[in-house]
């Protein structure tokens, strides 16, 4: 099983729509999550970090359920500038350096 | 403040030639690591430092070395660089209390 798994993708949207990405992990001791954005052929972004009450951004909320391992993205009123890919990120140790990527989930918004 | 830069990038290579990639960032950040990234397999991380002359592995080490004799700058080499090296590698730099890691541009590496 991979450390991070997430939905293979890709998700065509209409603008407006709302979408959810979900991402598991194996390590039931991981300490801290992420969802970082990348653009095509650019370096990825942080988008978000993930807490353990849930948090939002703008459009954007972010949960985790740790009793499941698993990570949440929920992106409302989809603009055409959400197309990109999302990666979820798991720290595996505390306070270490073991930062550990999922493959990511491609999203295109279409007019 | 030019955040994270890194050079070269692009560069072919032939089999068997060796390169150093060069990573530097302009805001005095502690870690610094070196990460791979191919199609369907998200990044993967080669090596870190956690500090001036300090380097760890990563997940996947083999065939590559590293070093931080300064702060800013984080040097990954290929003493022989093989085809199953051909990747996009991207440097990321943080500081100490923080989770966000800041990405430089990448280096396309296509070794034939």
């Known amino acids: 099983r991979k450390e991070v798994e997430q939905d293979p993708g890709p998700f065509n949207v209409p603008e407006g729509a709302t979408v959810a990405f979900n991402c598991t992990y194996s390590?039931?001791?991981?300490?801290?999550f992420f969802w970082y954005r990348q653009d095509c052929r650019k370096e990825p972004k942080l988008l978000m970090s993930?807490?353990?009450s849930g948090n939002e951004d703008g459009r954007f909320t972010a949960q985790l359920n740790r009793a499941s391992q698993y990570i949440s993205l929920l992106i409302r009123d989809s603009k055409l500038s959400d197309s990109a890919t999302y990666l979820c990120?798991?720290?595996?140790?505390?306070?270490?350096?073991?930062?550990?990527f999922g493959p990511g989930t491609r999203l295109s918004v279409l007019p | 403040n030019a955040g994270v830069t890194q050079t070269p990038k692009f560069r072919v290579l032939k089999t068997g030639q060796s390169m150093t990639l060069l990573c530097a960032q302009d805001?005095?950040?502690?870690?610094m690591y070196w990460y791979r990234q191919d199609p369907g397999m998200g990044l993967r991380l080669i090596h870190y430092?956690?500090?001036?002359?300090?380097?760890a592995k990563g997940e996947v080490p083999d065939g590559y070395n590293v070093s931080r004799l300064k702060k800013q700058n984080f040097l990954l080499g290929l003493e022989s660089a093989a085809p199953s090296q051909t990747s996009v590698y991207f440097c990321?730099?943080?500081?100490?209390?923080?989770?966000?890691?800041?990405f430089g541009p990448g280096t396309r590496l296509t070794v034939t």
């Open positions: 990321a730099s943080k500081p100490g209390l923080s989770d966000e890691q800041y």
């Open positions: 390590n039931s001791a991981s300490q801290s």
């Open positions: 993930v807490y353990s």
């Open positions: 990120v798991v720290n595996m140790e505390n306070y270490g350096q073991n930062f550990v």
């Open positions: 805001m005095n950040h502690e870690y």
């Open positions: 430092s956690v500090g001036e002359g300090t380097t």
